[in-house]
């Protein structure tokens, strides 16, 4: 079956413990990227990539860091998470190089205390 | 600064009655304009990509439209399923990222 997952799926931490999110994908896709989504502002991407080794800031990249080092995973890290991370995060992939259509995972649920 | 604006925020119908979901944006350069369906505790579902004015397509009972300023997402003869929150996002040219709306939160009242 096709699909995007990520792990974990519901996260509680601390001010600055790192942790990572981790996003895998079945499809082959080139493109991959992460979103968080809030109350009253929508979907904001974070990162994306278009290849392997070729990853570039969305709106809000501050404080996050991810790699690509395969095609298939694109995991996103948090340093030193603070409150105002907390948030629900989504990770996509779509096939080429553009956002055509993206397929979302289940969706990570974090809350740094 | 790319925009995205969707209304109304939430909406309300009789199953069977149709309307219609609006999504304008402001940007330089339209790429493409994308909907997707979201369901509550899940990912967004992709539905339609619209590339240029004029332009439709249909899936079921949903059709997107797309002007030079806006889309609209029509919904024709509701049913309960058809409940869940739409989001329309655009991407311009010369860059990958995509800007999403806050999206609209449809309930089909049986």
């Known amino acids: 079956e096709a699909q995007v997952t990520q792990n974990p799926r519901y996260l509680i931490t601390v001010t600055g413990k790192k942790l990572t999110v981790t996003c895998s994908q079945n499809?082959?896709?080139?493109?991959m990227s992460w979103y968080r989504q809030d109350p009253g502002l929508g979907l904001r991407q974070i990162y994306y990539?278009?290849?392997?080794?070729?990853?570039d800031k969305g709106d809000v990249p501050e404080g996050y860091k991810v790699s690509r080092k395969e095609k298939r995973n694109f995991p996103l890290i948090l340093e030193s998470p603070s409150p105002n991370q907390t948030s629900l995060y989504f990770c996509?992939?779509?096939?080429?190089?553009?956002?055509?259509?993206?397929?979302f995972g289940p969706g990570t649920r974090l809350t740094v205390l | 600064e790319d925009q995205v604006t969707q209304s109304p925020e939430a909406l309300r119908l009789q199953e069977g009655e149709s309307s219609s979901l609006n999504c304008s944006y402001t940007?330089?350069?339209?790429?493409?304009l994308f909907w997707y369906r979201q369901d509550p505790g899940k990912g967004p579902e992709f539905l339609f990509t619209?590339?240029?004015a004029g332009e439709e397509k249909e899936k079921e009972r949903l059709k997107a439209t797309l002007t030079k300023k806006e889309s609209f997402l029509h919904i024709t003869a509701p049913k309960p399923e058809d409940s869940a929150t739409y989001l329309c996002a655009v991407q311009v040219f010369g860059n990958e990222k995509l800007t999403f709306g806050t999206g609209t939160r449809l309930t089909i009242i049986p």
């Open positions: 990539s278009m290849n392997v080794e070729v990853t």
């Open positions: 940007v330089s350069g339209l790429r493409g």
């Open positions: 499809m082959n896709h080139e493109y």
């Open positions: 619209l590339y240029s």
């Open positions: 996509a992939s779509s096939s080429g190089t553009t956002n055509n259509e993206q397929f």
